[in-house]
């Protein structure tokens, strides 16, 4: 079985702009989930899309937006993007079950210069 | 924010030898699992505990979970120089918006 896949792998933006990331998940898996990592803050979950509907959002601002497709695949976007926005952002996917175990995609590091 | 907690924060041991990983946490838990890192790229799943149990393994790895103390820690045996990553444990009670992960554990073994 495939895994998680995420594109693009890197990314270079500067303040201001928008991005997109993109997440296909596990044949099967209906969850996404999408998590910030930095040095600083560690890993933070940001939000999970579950048939479409966002099920659950973390504590970010409403410039990070995300959704998803009948086939599952997922996408974020962040706008207006400011220099604390670099990090690896990772795309987690799951059956959606309450004992979940998350398989995680390779990562998208964002740079904001 | 972060609830697990490991603890060392980074440990540095030979080819071969047992590298042992703890985590404590604060709140009532539903599970708890352990995830591998290597450096920039995604996590791995190793093992998730359930509430009500003590003890998992798999492979190399053996999970223990004291719900008393609050507390989980992760053995490696016989380790190998590929085992040389971040391990991280995450806690959850319900959602996925509930799991928490740690600062993590850096991992270096020695060839």
């Known amino acids: 079985k495939a895994g998680v896949t995420q594109t693009p792998r890197y990314l270079i933006k500067t303040r201001g702009q928008q991005v997109t990331l993109s997440c296909s998940p596990i044949?099967?898996?209906?969850?996404v989930s999408w998590y910030q990592q930095t040095p600083g803050q560690g890993l933070q979950f940001l939000f999970e899309?579950?048939?479409?509907?966002?099920?659950n959002k973390g504590n970010f601002p409403g410039r990070f937006s995300g959704r998803q497709f009948s086939n599952s695949r997922s996408e974020m976007n962040v706008s207006t993007l400011e220099l604390g926005d670099s990090a690896l952002y990772l795309c987690?996917?799951?059956?959606?079950?309450?004992?979940?175990?998350?398989?995680f995609g390779p990562g998208t590091r964002l740079t904001v210069t | 924010s972060q609830q697990g907690e490991e603890d060392p924060q980074a440990l540095s041991i030979q080819e071969g030898e047992n590298a042992t990983m703890n985590c404590s946490y604060k709140?009532?838990?539903?599970?708890l699992q352990w995830y591998r890192q290597n450096s920039g790229r995604g996590l791995v799943h190793l093992i998730l505990?359930?509430?009500?149990?003590r003890e998992k393994h798999s492979g190399r790895l053996r999970v223990t979970l004291d719900t008393s103390k609050k507390s989980s820690s992760l053995l490696i045996t016989a380790s190998r120089a590929a085992d040389t990553a971040s391990y991280f444990c995450?806690?959850?009670?319900?959602?996925?918006?509930?799991?928490?992960f740690g600062a993590g554990t850096r991992l270096t073994v020695k060839p």
């Open positions: 987690a996917s799951s059956l959606g079950g309450q004992l979940y175990e998350q398989y």
């Open positions: 899309y579950f048939s479409e509907t966002q099920r």
């Open positions: 505990i359930r509430s009500n149990e």
């Open positions: 709140t009532s838990i539903n599970n």
């Open positions: 044949s099967g898996h209906r969850s």
């Open positions: 995450a806690t959850a009670r319900g959602g996925v918006r509930d799991m928490r």
